[in-house]
């Protein structure tokens, strides 16, 4: 059976590449330390998809690499696959994970109230935000190693829904 | 009759929630990575590998804590027993073992022959003095602060330096009695 790890362990790393990244390393630089965070994420899914691709026949098209990351590759890393796959066809595709482990403990940001204070939801979406970088970087680092480039974006207004959107570059 | 010490984490890491020790592996790689980037001096990178451990350790002996069901440990004997067989098992997925004391029994150390946190991993040349592993030392030292022990905490084998097992020596330096912020009285 594969090695496994306590999911305490990676929410914990997790944690801390944010934290360290935006609150020690690059403090007043967010963009700076979106991209580090980013980067990681990119190194990480660049060698997984490696790994997980090495019996595999080469994927014919764009939307056959895609669905590889929809279904081994996210059932390898979350136990689950993706749950709803969009394309507009013109090389945008949105990847929608109904329950995605890595912002299932966040708090949503819209409903927590009207009495708070100016700022505080601002402060709380942007450091949610934080934590995206990463699993876009792996998104992006999964796809480049099989030869496609593209910009990763994901959506977080219906958590603990998380809706990624692929752009390929062409 | 207080419930004994569970003498391994083999129950509670069976229980827990765990992922893919590889996206764990890599990814703590591609930290360590990053941060000889960043911050390119190696020393830089050791502190920064043991302050986030250190986060880490402070947050994680509540899990630990809530979940292993220990009871308070007699002497520090048995709280080095309880890190190497129920904290690194419900954690890591690994046991170690511990040797080494010293004659006051504050000082042993914890033997890792198998370490999820290195497979793949080999140090280039330029990367002698790094403590790859420092962000467990990191966890050890935070958790038992938590725990009001005090503690120094140095690598003394390193498989990625050449060594046949990870050595970590923990050295007790005090142990802060329990203070309560308030007085019941006031």
């Known amino acids: 059976m594969a090695r496994e790890v306590s999911e305490s362990c990676m929410d914990s790393l997790l944690t801390e590449i944010v934290s360290s990244y935006c609150n020690v390393l690059y403090v007043s630089k967010p963009e700076l330390a979106a991209r580090r965070i980013e980067a990681i994420g990119y190194q990480v899914g660049h060698q997984l998809s490696e790994r997980y691709t090495m019996e595999r026949p080469r994927f014919s098209d764009h939307l056959e690499a895609i669905k590889f990351i929809c279904k081994d590759f996210w059932s390898e890393l979350f136990k689950k696959q993706i749950d709803n796959l969009k394309t507009n066809h013109r090389g945008t595709f949105v990847l929608q994970d109904d329950k995605f482990a890595w912002v299932s403990r966040m708090s949503s940001t819209e409903n927590s109230g009207s009495t708070q204070e100016p700022g505080i939801g601002n402060k709380a979406a942007e450091a949610s935000s934080m934590h995206l970088y990463f699993p876009c970087g792996i998104i992006r680092g999964a796809l480049s190693n099989l030869g496609i480039s593209c910009a990763v974006s994901a959506d977080i207004s219906n958590l603990p829904s998380c809706s990624f959107v692929i752009r390929i570059k062409v | ?186």
């Open chain 2, 1 to 186: 009759m207080a419930p004994a010490v569970p003498r391994s984490g083999d129950a509670i890491f069976a229980n827990v929630e765990r992922v893919n020790a590889e996206l764990f592996t890599l990814t703590y790689g591609a930290i360590v990575r990053q941060l000889l980037t960043d911050l390119e001096e190696v020393e830089e990178v050791n502190k920064q590998l043991d302050q986030m451990g250190y986060n880490i350790g402070i947050r994680l002996i509540d899990e630990f804590l809530a979940k292993s069901n220990v009871t308070r440990c007699v002497d520090f004997r048995e709280t080095a027993e309880v890190i190497a067989k129920v904290g690194f098992k419900m954690f890591l997925g690994v046991t170690a073992s511990v040797t080494n004391w010293d004659n006051e029994g504050t000082c042993c150390s914890l033997i890792l022959e198998d370490n999820p946190l290195v497979d793949f991993v080999e140090l280039p040349d330029n990367c002698q003095g790094l403590y790859y592993c420092n962000i467990l030392s990191g966890v050890v030292r935070g958790a038992l602060e938590m725990v009001s022990m005090k503690t120094e905490i140095t690598w003394i084998r390193d498989m990625l330096r050449g060594d046949d097992a990870f050595e970590l020596q923990v050295k007790l330096l005090k142990q802060v009695p329990e203070e309560y912020p308030y007085k019941d009285d006031e």
